[in-house]
């Protein structure tokens, strides 16, 4: 899709369902392209199983509020 300015300010509606049907977006100024809007990508998504995170204080003796303190540290350290 090709858009202007005047097309974001007033057809923004349709720039916003071009966007979820996954279209690139192409900016306009005097009839030359400028810029372009890219819908955001999926693909850094990670499967919770399969996060570093997921399952971290299955093994830990200590308790997950504590493990969550240390990781998160004080205001001031």
């Known amino acids: 899709m090709k ?3 005047l097309d974001l300010r007033y057809r ?3 720039v916003l369902k071009a966007l979820e049907r996954r279209e690139r977006i192409s ?3 005097h009839g ?3 810029g372009a809007i890219v819908p955001i990508g999926r693909k850094g998504t990670v499967p919770t199983p ?3 995170f997921f399952g971290m204080g299955s093994t830990e003796e ?3 509020t504590v493990v969550m303190d240390h990781l998160r ?3 001031y350290r």
Do not use: T
């Open 27 to 29: 900016l306009l100024y």
């Open 50 to 52: 399969d996060h570093p």
């Open 12 to 14: 923004m509606n349709e």
């Open 3 to 5: 858009a202007s300015a």
């Open 32 to 34: 030359k392209v400028k």
């Open 62 to 64: 200590r308790s997950v």
């Open 73 to 75: 540290g004080e205001r």
